[in-house]
């Protein structure tokens, strides 16, 4: 039995001994855990250094480095995290639908855990304890596969979670971090049915692609994010520069951050003179002829432009002639994450909403506050841009399926 296979069949048997968990139970280990993390912060930021150090040796990106780092800020937003979904309400059990049947039986519809679910992920150590809090609330066991990048911080996290679940009674093999960062243990993890009911990667586009197309493990396939901000012919134009500088500059390094923005033809001077004013040696900038025009650019942006996840501080600037021209270039080049709007027009508003084709569209506010943790699911597991089972920030619900209930009275069909 490989190394891997020895995982999946403790993660299978963690299945089976947390079923009869409470939610109390569930409840009070989440706490213990965010009280341990806290607690340790000094040795999680120890051993975050290990990967800082690493990444700049390795020459990493800024935009990666920022993604990977850890302070006592993001420690205590992780703790956080723990607390609220703590405080959420347990999704299983819930019936969710059912009633009699033609035939005499009862049907109740009930919610209950997926199973196993596998992570898969890269630079962003958070996810350790996102992920796992979420499958353990919802009744989940958790098989985490990080990157190699964030290996020392990964794992500082898992043992610490693992420990507090230890000594609150739970097996700590709910949470499983797999400690081969090799391709091959990550291709063997996307090929053990027998054990993991669903795979979720969370990552660049390649990391991705490459779950979707090697695995045989059902994925929920989320994170890849070119997200666009549209300002409408009828806006208000400092909301819309404020709006715009938000959604690319607050974080560029994360998925909900724009990377392109379209600005209708009759709002295009203003709005950009007054970018090019606030990005002035900051943000990058890849424009269109008619952009290049109005405000110096880096330049002319190319369809390949437009349909870059940058991650960092670049954007590619289209300057359109209608709604209708900015719907159709959203539909070709986004990632059906997250889109937004800015405008005074209702109609135009709604038609945007209705017509972009995304699982978050926002109207006159920044892509941004795309996060489980603003949309009051205490954490997310990732992003779905598909558009089966989930789409949109995954919290607990999302982590779960649904099983029928039948009580009959010795009915038989004919």
């Not at 009051?376 to 779960?400: D, F, M, V, Y």
Request: overall charge negative; some cysteine; hydrophobic content about 40%.
């Amino acid at each position: 039995m490989t190394y891997i296979q020895q995982l999946g069949t403790r993660a299978k048997a963690a299945e089976n001994l947390i079923r009869g968990i409470t939610t109390a139970q569930k409840n009070a280990a989440l706490i213990a855990i965010a009280e341990s993390l806290s607690a340790n912060s000094d040795l999680i930021l120890r051993e975050n250094l290990k990967d800082l150090e690493a990444a700049r040796k390795n020459e990493r990106t800024e935009a990666f480095i920022e993604r990977l780092t850890l302070n006592d800020k993001r420690i205590e937003g992780i703790c956080e995290s723990l607390r609220e979904i703590a405080a959420l309400p347990d999704p299983i059990g819930e019936v969710v639908g059912g009633g009699q049947a033609r035939d005499g039986f009862s049907i109740t519809k009930k919610r209950v855990p997926l199973g196993v679910i596998g992570v898969i992920y890269e630079s962003r150590p958070n996810v350790t304890a996102d992920a796992a809090a979420l499958c353990l609330k919802s009744g989940n066991v958790c098989v985490l596969r990080g990157g190699s990048d964030a290996f020392n911080s990964a794992k500082c996290i898992a043992d610490l979670m693992r420990n507090a679940l230890d000594a609150c009674g739970i097996t700590p093999d709910c949470v499983i971090l797999v400690e081969d960062t090799s391709r091959e243990a990550a291709t063997e993890l996307m090929k053990l049915n027998d054990c993991i009911d669903v795979l979720i990667p969370r990552g660049g586009a390649g990391l991705i692609r490459s779950v979707v197309q090697n695995s045989t493990v059902p994925v929920i396939q989320t994170g890849e994010g070119n997200c666009h901000v549209y300002v409408d012919e009828n806006c208000d134009t400092d909301m819309a520069v404020q709006i715009a500088d938000n959604a690319k500059t607050q974080r560029p390094s994360v998925c909900n951050a724009i990377e392109t923005l379209l600005i209708h033809e009759n709002s295009a001077a203003i709005i950009l003179k007054s970018l090019e004013k606030l990005w002035a040696g900051k943000v990058e900038i890849y424009g269109c002829e008619k952009t290049a025009k109005l405000i110096a650019v880096s330049r002319i942006a190319t369809e390949e432009d437009y349909a870059t996840e940058f991650n960092e501080l670049i954007i590619s600037i289209k300057v359109v002639g209608s709604l209708d021209e900015a719907i159709s270039h959203i539909n070709r080049f986004g990632t059906r994450h997250s889109e937004c709007i800015v405008t005074r027009d209702f109609a135009n508003a709604l038609k945007f909403q209705e017509q972009i084709d995304a699982a978050a569209v926002y109207v006159n506010a920044s892509t941004r506050f795309t996060d489980g943790n603003v949309f009051g699911l205490g954490a997310e597991i990732g992003i779905s841009n598909q558009k089966l089972h989930a789409r949109g920030p995954l919290g607990l619900r999302e982590l779960t399926s649904y099983k029928y209930l039948i009580h009959g009275n010795g009915e038989i069909r004919n």
